[in-house]
């Protein structure tokens, strides 16, 4: 008897330490930062909303976030939790608002919005607000600290004629004013636009983060091996497509941020924008002469691409796969995705 007892017991024990592990991870904490808008025009009004998830009595707290006050002005802050509010505390482009519950009362769990808070656009450019540090103390008098470094990314485009010295004529001039009026592009320092010039991984990354106004919760940031190499510009882009599961790094894990990009990427990254099943059974057959020079990786995402009209061949209907795309082509191409999306 006792011989039985023991597997029994045994399997009840991983059972239960098997349960203990998923409850934890449910459990686990984190937060997130949004905006009703990241594309705004001079005297608009921006919001940054701040939430946990998952949190666990939660009587106060205190946040902290930066901002370029050039660009962004900062209006007010407010919580619809009862209790006693600390006036705001503004001091160069760093803000703290604290907020505690009084008397006898629970603290809040499970999924909260702790603050939102006004700004007002007053510069032009990018400009960025950052949750830097939040602190939550429980009933009990107790507390915890995290630094979750969350960007929402904010655009307000300058306001100058549309006059990109090697753009007129091209073909996709249309498709390249429009996408600078939006806002999520630019020209050179020197007037010119460069439609022809090859795009890096890097630069896709961010026009794409910039387009979709994407923003990431900092338990899903992502950084790849070679993240140093990453441009200032494009590191909080780039990390923000992982997180989102847009981009992704290569087997030794290094993202190669200067690396031309292929047209074997860009579609499935626009692809996954839309959510395709990446199936190479249930994909339509394609067409290109150059099929068979097709990765098999990237092979659903160009049917399905091809299907939809996003992308279409080159001459002598050849996709060129492990072709480059230039800076043209990749606004058209999101342009596409965004109007689809629309």
Not at 131 to 149: C, H, M, N, Y
């Amino acid at each position: 008897m006792k011989f039985r007892i023991l597997p029994l017991l045994l399997s009840v024990f991983l059972l239960f330490a098997m349960w203990s592990a998923v409850a934890y991870a449910e459990e686990k904490t984190t937060f997130s930062l949004s905006g009703s808008v990241s594309h705004v025009n001079v005297g608009d009004e921006v919001t940054a909303a701040v939430e946990g998830h998952s949190v666990k009595d939660v009587y106060g707290y205190e946040l902290r976030l930066s901002y370029d006050p050039k660009v962004l002005s900062f209006r007010k802050a407010s919580t619809a939790w009862e209790g006693f509010t600390v006036p705001p505390i503004v001091e160069n482009g760093t803000i703290t608002f604290a907020h505690t519950k009084v008397g006898n009362n629970k603290g809040e769990s499970g999924h909260v919005h702790f603050a939102s808070l006004q700004f007002e656009a007053i510069g032009q450019g990018d400009a960025a607000i950052q949750l830097t540090r939040i602190k939550l103390v429980d009933s009990g008098g107790g507390s915890t600290t995290a630094e979750p470094g969350l960007l929402l990314n904010i655009n307000i485009p300058v306001k100058k004629p549309i006059n990109y010295l090697d753009t007129k004529g091209h073909w996709a001039e249309e498709d390249i004013a429009r996408a600078t009026e939006m806002g999520w592009i630019n020209g050179l320092p020197d007037g010119r636009f460069a439609p022809e010039k090859e795009v890096t991984r890097a630069q896709f990354a961010t026009m794409l983060s910039r387009a979709l106004e994407l923003s990431t919760q900092s338990d899903l940031a992502q950084t790849f091996k070679d993240d140093e190499q990453i441009p200032a510009y494009a590191k909080s882009h780039v990390s923000q497509a992982a997180a989102a599961g847009l981009v992704k790094g290569y087997e030794d894990a290094t993202f190669r941020p200067a690396r031309s990009i292929t047209r074997s990427e860009i579609t499935v990254m626009l692809m996954r924008v839309l959510g395709y099943e990446d199936n190479i059974a249930s994909s339509p057959p394609l067409a290109y002469e150059d099929a068979d020079q097709v990765p098999e990786w990237a092979y659903p995402a160009i049917a399905a691409a091809s299907d939809l009209g996003i992308v279409k061949g080159r001459s002598n209907n050849k996709f060129a796969p492990g072709g480059y795309t230039t800076r043209a082509e990749a606004v058209t191409l999101i342009l596409r995705i965004l109007d689809r999306i629309s």
